[in-house]
Every structure is written in C-alpha cells, then in structure tokens.
C-alpha cells in the first residue's frame, strides 16, 4: 500500500514504483488496481528439424519391454499417495 | 510448427516403433524439450531387469541427455501451479508433469507433442499426438 499525490495535469504521482519498468492498471469498482507487468519473456530457439533428426537417428533405441516398464514407473509415480 | 515433445510420446514411440525424427523432419517442425521429460525419465528408470537399465541408460547417454532442454524457472513454475489449479477446478486433476510441460509451451508459445492430450486440453494449451 502507497499513497498518491496529484501533480501537475492532472497527473498521479505514485511512491515506490521503478523507473522504466511497466505497470497495468485495472479499474476496480471504485478505483484503480496497479500491479508490475510480469517479466517480458524471450522466446527460446529450439532444435531445427534436422538436428533433432539427426540426433534421434543417432541414438540407442528402447525396446518394447523396457519402454512399458518405464511408462508403468511414471504412471505409479504420478498415482502415488 | 514449434513443437515440446513430452515423455510419454518419447516412451510410448518406441514402444510402438514410431520414427519421431521422420516425423519431426517431414513437418519441418522446432523442437523443444524441457527439464520435466528429463526428471520424468529418469523416474521412470527400470529397476528389475539389468537389461533394461542398460537400455534406459543407453537411451539416455545418445539421446534424452543431449537434448538442449529448457529449464523450469520460477516463471514457469508458477505458470504451472495457475494451470493446474484451474484445471482442478474445473473437476480435471492432472499430473505435475503435464502442468509443468503446459506451462513451458505456455510460455514459450509451443504445441505439445503427446500421447497424454486430454491432460493438455483440460489445461488449455495446445497439444497434438502424432500416434493417432
């Protein structure tokens, strides 16, 4: 909780806040409700198409067996009490 | 398409034999793998069968560990407790693992590339399964 001061325009001054950084007001029944903007992410590259291919070509394959025994482990881990 | 690639589709392809990389390469799509699939998988590690944790070892040193992954920040956390907290609302319980893997395509404006969609779609984020 801060309090604001009217400054000259008809403008609000508001202690507390940071230079540069964003916020988004609101309109609540009876007044305003301001809060930082969340932090801007920037997208991440991922793998292209060929090297994720390549890489999956490269790799040791699972066989049936030990691919269901690992989903049958997730599963009891996700159902866990 | 800028696709994250969950484990269930990783295990459950090669249960069934499916070429993930033809797959991927054929649809020009960009990959993405995040530290969910990578806590996930090693949970999943066989412990019965020697063989079998060769195998999963195999998979992981050529494949699961050299993939770039996008880590689980704060941000994405809380982004995973939002989704998973209104997908309970709304009487669907999820996995903490779908909720984290949600949350990074969330972020990171990605289609999920699942067996598991109708995790995905009680969380609101786009999901795919190429098995279908």
């Known amino acids: ?81 | 398409m800028r696709i994250l690639i969950d484990t269930s589709l990783l295990v459950e392809g090669e249960r069934r034999n499916f070429d993930l990389g033809q797959w991927v390469a054929a649809a020009r799509h960009e990959v993405f793998i995040c530290d969910a699939t990578v806590a996930e998988y090693i949970a999943g590690k066989p412990w019965t069968d020697s063989g079998k944790q060769q195998r999963w070892q195999n998979y992981w040193d050529s494949f699961v560990s050299l993939s770039e992954s996008v880590p689980l920040d704060h941000q994405v956390c809380e982004k995973a407790g939002e989704l998973l907290a209104s997908a309970r609302r709304a009487g669907k319980t999820v996995p903490l693992g779908d909720g984290l893997h949600a949350a990074v395509a969330e972020l990171e404006d990605l289609t999920v590339a699942t067996v598991d969609v109708d995790h995905f779609k009680a969380l609101r984020v786009r999901a795919v399964n190429p098995l279908k």
């Not at chain 1, 400054?7 to 609101?26: C, E, M, N, P």
């Not at chain 1, 305003?32 to 969340?38: A, R, V, Y």
């Open chain 1, 1 to 81: 909780m801060t309090t604001v001061a009217k400054a000259d325009k008809s403008r609000l001054t508001i202690r507390g806040l940071v230079d540069g950084q964003h916020y988004i007001v609101r309109e609540q029944p009876g007044g305003w409700f301001i809060t930082p903007e969340k932090t801007h992410r920037v997208k991440k590259t991922g793998m292209s198409a060929e090297a994720f291919a390549k890489l999956y070509r490269s790799r040791s394959p699972l066989d049936a067996d030990t691919a269901r025994e690992i989903s049958a482990n997730l599963a009891a881990t996700d159902k866990a009490k």
